[in-house]
């Protein structure tokens, strides 16, 4: 026997000492081809599926099947109440912005403790759903908001939506829309398009950063055509009613129910009026800054009419409510001799007051007055009417 097979006969026998010093040892089972496979499908559909309702959701469709309001033919989908929210904010933006000629910015008030927004600034829906419309003061001193602007917006934009379901429902079957109207409509759809161009961005897209995540143009389309023809009906009807309403005809019902309209009135009124006249400087830079002066100084008015007002109806009487009015009266005469003077109202002079008293005194009897009609017997005052507006 050679060297070489000497050598591989005793590997084999230490091989086979080797193995039987040691116990047999079973091999465990792999996983089955099979179920990986099936794990794998699994979890790729999971992923595809959240995928899916991530585009879904992007894309407005679960919004479109959420319904806002509902009437028996017409339906207002979460997309296009985004869209009356968003118009109703944009409205007042523009409103403020009339003001300004473009250039410059004018605070819009908020409620008690809220946050005032720019009239240039830029806002999303999402932006007003943070910004406190009103808020109050925890035991910390920190704010917490009470309602935001979207809020304030929506409250509104839920009127008009019930307002357009009730239009839309009343013309289903008695009027629709012209081809002049759907013409108008596609024009402003028109211009979506040219302004998503102009941005660089698709139509959906300059849509979606207009009026919120999830509308799309056709629901901006299905918004305005229902808001068209809601406001067509309402027109309709007005006319309707303005031509079967004659002269002739409310002078005959009065004549007939004399004893339903004829009572002992008492009356008083005041008017408190605040105009807004834009400035008319021609420097850009100038004019805005004194229209935002204007503005603030007519906003403030506003607000003090409101004031008054709110005190005035609260009066039972005549003597009360003169008394009242006087009080009214006499803190504006000291804002305007203060505005002459140039200075505050708490620094005007003892004379100065009593002048602002007397220029009082001559608009309550100017601008007061009464009017008594007497039915029968009555003697007492039967009604007490207020009327009062700020224009």
Not at 200 to 214: D, R
Request: charged residues 25%; aromatic residues 8%; proline residues 1%.
């Amino acid at each position: 026997m050679g060297k070489g097979n000497r050598t591989r006969n005793e590997r084999a026998e230490s091989a086979l000492v080797a193995a039987s010093n040691n116990k047999p040892v079973k091999k465990k089972k792999g996983m089955p081809t099979w179920a990986g496979t099936a794990i794998l499908v699994t979890v790729l559909a999971v992923l595809i599926l959240i995928s899916t309702l991530v585009a879904l959701s992007a894309s407005g469709v679960f919004g479109r099947m959420r319904k806002v309001a509902v009437s028996e033919n017409y339906e207002i989908t979460v997309p296009m109440m985004s869209y009356l929210v968003s118009t109703e904010y944009q409205n007042l933006i523009s409103m403020y912005n009339q003001y300004t000629s473009g250039t410059g910015s004018i605070s819009i008030g908020a409620g008690e403790g809220g946050t005032a927004l720019k009239s240039n600034g830029s806002y999303t829906l999402n932006d007003l759903r943070e910004i406190p419309y009103t808020a109050t003061k925890d035991e910390n001193g920190n704010s917490i908001m009470t309602k935001s602007w979207f809020d304030y917006f929506a409250e509104t934009a839920q009127k008009d939506a019930l307002q357009i379901l009730a239009c839309c429902e009343a013309a289903k079957g008695n009027l629709e829309l012209s081809d002049e109207d759907k013409a108008q409509i596609q024009s402003e759809l028109d211009m979506l398009e040219v302004y998503a161009t102009l941005y660089g961005t698709s139509t959906n897209g300059y849509v979606k950063m207009l009026y919120g995540e999830g509308v799309r143009l056709k629901d901006v389309r299905k918004m305005m055509e229902m808001t068209q023809l809601a406001a067509k009906w309402s027109e309709k009807k007005a006319d309707e009613f303005l031509a079967a309403v004659k002269d002739g005809d409310i002078d005959a019902y009065y004549e007939e129910h004399k004893d339903d309209f004829d009572i002992y009135c008492d009356y008083m009124g005041y008017t408190f009026t605040s105009s807004f006249v834009p400035s008319t400087k021609t420097d850009a830079t100038e004019k805005a800054t004194e229209n935002a002066e204007l503005a603030a100084k007519y906003k403030a008015e506003q607000e003090r009419f409101a004031a008054y007002m709110e005190d005035l109806i609260t009066a039972t009487n005549k003597s009360e409510f003169t008394e009242k009015l006087k009080t009214h009266l006499l803190a504006e005469e000291k804002i305007a001799m203060a505005a002459t003077k140039k200075k505050e109202v708490a620094d005007l002079t003892s004379e100065e007051i009593a002048e602002c008293d007397k220029q009082a005194n001559i608009k309550l009897l100017k601008a007061t007055y009464e009017n008594v009609k007497d039915n029968d017997t009555s003697g007492d005052l039967d009604t007490w009417l207020f009327e009062s507006k700020t224009e």
